[in-house]
Each structure stands twice: as structure tokens, then as C-alpha cells.
């Protein structure tokens, strides 16, 4: 049997993995795709994903069809991947099976930086596939293929980008296990915002886990509460006249929390009507639900923002209700303060963040 091989960190798998597979399978190239998941790759310097996560996303990427498997052999083994290494072992231990390498072009014209690539290449003859109508430049025996890759890749996966490639499947489990959360909050703000962001996340976390609350929702209302924040008011706009015109008189620093609530829905695949709600209403608490209320006083009461809110947290670890109560007081008493609003009023800035 001819196995085809595709190794990568699947970090996570998409729709441009799954393609090469199907081209090898229906022009009878192979007679199987074995998805070789990598446990340490040499040349990647980030943390990965942990390996029995990333496999499970290949599972069920490939649940569908019998002759796409799943190969663990990375796994086994301790320290870094190595192809040449894989590729020995898949000789020694399969030796009735003819193994070939599936790679696309740019992988391809860096196999010098390969491990024992003249011996590699001697061992195994690579598939390669082209990019953007480029040609194909290999120094070593292959075959080429005459399917172009799909325009995506696992980092743009990672940053909130082109989800659309993702099998429905995979995108869902993602979504429900909050897989790539920090990269892709990270990706739409400031390293400042993002460190708020997830500082409001631990706090609601916090706080959810006193109330007997769902603490992962409140995790994920903290993390993305502010994932428009700093889109600024001529791209939240179009969104607050099509979706939102009851509020269009409202201050644009209101807007980013009524359109995240549409934003976390639509790209982030977020179905939890408690987290949208929360988020909606985070900007002025105007939700009394309780995991509204986490989320508005975490927003409020961030230790980032580096003023001392101990004893008001420390009710709002007791009595939620009395401790949003508080928080809303003393929002009301700064702006009036501060800012010189009355409470109710919309305003251009306040403590939801500078």
C-alpha cells in the first residue's frame, strides 16, 4: 500500500490540510493519508498547542473518511521531530508499505534546512504543491502536484482570521473548548487592552466561582468584552446602522459593547445568549443578570487599572447584587467627579478603560 504522508503541527488542522489529502485520495496517488502530528518541530520557535488537543481536532476533521488516519508516532518519542527520523521509523516498523511526503512549495524550497535531507530524500519521494501559481522550486526528487494550496494557514487560524476554513466541526470544538482564545482576542487590540482584557477574564472567573456561576462563560464574557474596542468610531458605524439604530445617539464609546455582542456571535461562533448579553450591556451595566453583573464590575474593579478597590471586591465576593449596587455608585460619584456627567448620561471616556 502507498501511504502519503502530511507532518505539521496541525496547530490546528484547516480546510487547506484536508484538501491535499482529498487530491492524493481521488487521483489514486495513495491509497491512505496518514496526518503526522509533530510533538516538538525544530523549526518553530512557539509553544504548541498540546498534542492530545491538536489530535483530537485532526480526529474529527477526518472522521468522515476511513483512509485519512491519525499517526501518534511523534508522540512516542521524546525531543525534537525530525522527519528523517519519522520517516525510519515508518520504514522499519510498516516495512510492506511505501511512504511518500506531502509538502507545498514553500516548504519545499527550504529542505536544505531539513535534517539529513540527502538521505531523506533518497528514502522517501515528496509531493509538493504549489502556492499562488509560483513554480515549484525543489532541489531534491519530487513530484508535483496539480492542485494549488488553499490561500490559509494555521497562524491566521490562530489570530481569528479566515475561520471560514475550518471544517464546521472543528470550528465548533474550538470555539466550545476556547482553544486560541488569547491569540485571537490579542490579535484585534493593543497589548495594553489585551492585558486588561485578560485580567477582567480572570477576575470574572473569580468572582463567578464565589456566585456558583458558569466560570468559563464569565472567562470567555472577560476576554472578549472589549474585542471592538479600539476599532475606532468609523468601522463601528456600519454595524451600529445596521444592527444597532435605536443607539446610534448614544455616545460611539458605548458602541463597541453592543457590537462585539454581534462580533462574538457571527466570527467567534459564541452561541451563549448569557455571554452576549453580558458584553452587550458591559459598557454601562444596564443588565441586571448575574453574569452581566460579574462582568460589569470585573470591567470596573480590573486591578490593572491601579487604584484600590479591596474593600468593594471583597463585597462583591459576598453579595453580588449589593456589590454591583456599590460599583454603579461609584461609577455615578466619578464621572461627577471627574468628568462632570450626571449618572445616565453617555459620556466620551470613563473607567471602562483609557
Known sequence: MKIAIIGGSFDPIHNGHLAM?????HHHLAQQVWFM???????KKRSLTFFEDRARLVRIATAHDARMKVCRLEAMREGLSYTIDTVKECQRRWPQHEFVW?????????????????ELSKRIEFYV?????????????HKAMGMELLDVSSSEIRAGKKLWQLPKA?????MREGYYMDTMVRSQMSEKRFLHSKSVATLCFELAACHGLDCEAAFQAGMYHDICKEWGKQRLYPWMAALERAHLEESPAIWHGYVAAHIIHKYYGIRNEEVRFAIYHHVQGSDRSKL????????????SRGYDSTETLALCRKDLRAGYHKVKQEQA??????LGFDHGRTVENDRTGD
Open 21 to 25: 489529502a482529498r487530491y492524493v485520495l
Open 37 to 43: 502530528i509533530s510533538n516538538h518541530t525544530p523549526l
Open 170 to 174: 472543528v470550528y465548533r470544538e474550538i
Open 333 to 338: 460619584q466619578y464621572l461627577k467627579k471627574e
Open 102 to 118: 506531502l509538502i507545498g512549495n514553500d516548504q519545499a524550497a527550504q529542505l536544505d534546512a531539513w535534517k539529513d535531507i540527502d
Open 292 to 303: 452581566a453583573m460579574v462582568l460589569y464590575i470585573a470591567d470596573k474593579l480590573d486591578p
Open 129 to 141: 504543491f504549489p502556492r499562488e501559481q509560483a513554480a515549484i522550486t525543489c532541489a531534491y526528487p
